[in-house]
């Protein structure tokens, strides 16, 4: 069998890497635009930081690891079209036949039309190009002050890490509050302080009208000017679905694909941030654009093309992030969106301390807890604190995953330790919030 990818990123990646692990007599293919196979785009913030001293560090398996486990790969090359009648990629390389053929094709920035927007001086940070360019700039120029244009998971990493690097930096969002798709505003408004503490500035409602200078001198956002010497746009990422589009395959938002992950071709499956799959909570179609979802797809695909039956199970997108002091984590549906799509909820809401009273050292953490009123079901959870939340939000994620109710968290068996945690922890106490509201 000849099982071809087009993508070398993430999905692509690792989906090469299950489908050898299944069959080791299967001719495996990775056509991809860039010169290496898969990185980590959720780092790049951190190079620029100087957490993560060069660009190359964040590549996870260098090319001959790709090589030893008999993966050809087809890096620098772009695939044009596909010939579905003919079972072809047409690449700007010559022809390649397939037999079965995955699309990671992934996702790029978006970048709004805002005038000026191609000037020098401003950037994306959305791949190892954009955070060399990025860093060439900041050596050559040596900017101070920075626009962020878009407070989500990019704007925000990409803001802290500028700020840990001396720099001036005002962040702008056209929405009311920052990490508008995970965060309610009373859990933004605590990652906001937080940030403002370290000298990150916010202009919430408001957006970009023009970028002035060449390179860029200051940036016009609705009626007033500010000075600004580098300007990040991070306004979100567009699913690359031009290929799939052209090849008459079903795509949406992104390129349509059953539990199977199959596409609207049988023979051609589609995963990462190019796929369009299934919310847990709504039953919509959604994408899931994080690393941990681009890694279960592609084992969920290698498994169904090596002849299994393994279904996509629908996502909470389950995600996690740290800013200067506080872990931010998250799943589901906000209050605000559930409002929108007409869910009714009841929300629990705790905060508390990451250790007992007693105990020095303890961090303040706030839990906010999402239960569907229906059939009191856990269908989001955010969690602000100064540590330990990434295990919090993995349990409630995988709670909710297995269709937990409310009496289900408030009643779950905790562990304690005084320098690590409460006897009493903060989710549980959250739960019995909301299990209140539902008796009253």
Not at 93 to 115: C, H, Q
Not at 289 to 303: D, H, N, P
Request: hydrophobic share 40%; with cysteine.
């Amino acid at each position: 069998m000849k099982i071809v990818v087009i993508g070398s990123g993430t999905a692509g990646s690792n989906f090469a890497l299950f489908m050898r692990k299944l069959d080791r007599k299967a001719e495996i293919i990775v056509i991809g635009k860039e010169p290496t196979m898969q990185y980590s785009p959720c780092a790049l913030p951190h190079v620029i930081s100087g957490t993560i001293e060069k660009p190359e560090d964040v590549i996870v398996f260098p090319n001959e690891f790709y090589e030893k486990q008999r993966i050809k790969m087809m890096l620098g090359v772009e695939a044009k079209k596909i010939d579905r009648e003919r079972k072809v990629i047409i690449t700007d390389k010559g022809e390649v036949p397939y037999d079965k053929l995955v699309l990671a094709t992934g996702s790029r920035a978006f970048i709004p039309p805002i005038k000026g927007v191609e000037n020098e001086g401003v950037f994306t940070l959305k791949s190892l190009d954009d955070v060399r360019r990025i860093k060439e700039y900041i050596s050559k120029r040596k900017p101070k002050k920075v626009v962020v244009i878009g407070a989500g998971l990019i704007g925000l990493e990409g803001a802290e890490a500028f700020a840990k690097i001396g720099m001036d930096v005002l962040v702008v969002e056209l929405l009311e509050h920052l990490l508008p798709t995970m965060l309610d505003k009373d859990m933004a408004k605590i990652v906001q302080e937080e940030m403002e503490k370290h000298g990150v500035k916010f202009k919430f409602g408001v957006g970009v009208s023009e970028i002035i200078g060449n390179p860029v001198k200051e940036v016009k956002i609705g009626e007033e000017s500010v000075e600004a010497d580098l300007v990040l746009v991070a306004t979100g990422v567009r699913a690359n679905v031009d290929l799939a589009k052209d090849a008459g395959l079903e795509v949406s938002r992104g390129i349509v694909v059953n539990e199977y992950l199959q596409t609207s071709d049988p023979d051609i499956y589609a995963i990462g941030d190019c796929a369009e799959v299934f919310d847990a909570v709504t039953g919509k179609r959604t994408l899931s654009q994080l690393g941990t979802s681009a890694v279960r797809m592609a084992k969920v695909a290698a498994e169904n093309i090596a002849g299994k039956k393994v279904k996509f199970r629908p996502v909470f997108n389950t995600a996690i992030t740290e800013l200067f002091d506080l872990e931010i984590g998250t799943f589901g549906i906000t209050e605000e969106r559930a409002k929108k799509e007409g869910i009714e909820v009841v929300i629990g809401k705790f905060k508390g301390s990451t250790k007992p009273e007693y105990y020095p050292g303890g961090k303040p953490i706030t839990v906010k807890l999402i239960f569907r009123k229906e059939d009191k079901r856990l269908i989001g959870a955010q969690i602000v604190g100064g540590e330990r939340v990434w295990g919090r939000i993995m349990t409630l994620s995988a709670l909710a995953q297995k269709g937990a109710t409310v009496e289900d968290v408030a009643y779950l068996e905790t562990s304690y330790a005084p320098p690590i945690s409460p006897t009493i922890d903060p989710i549980t106490v959250a739960a019995e919030m909301a299990m209140r509201k539902f008796k009253s």
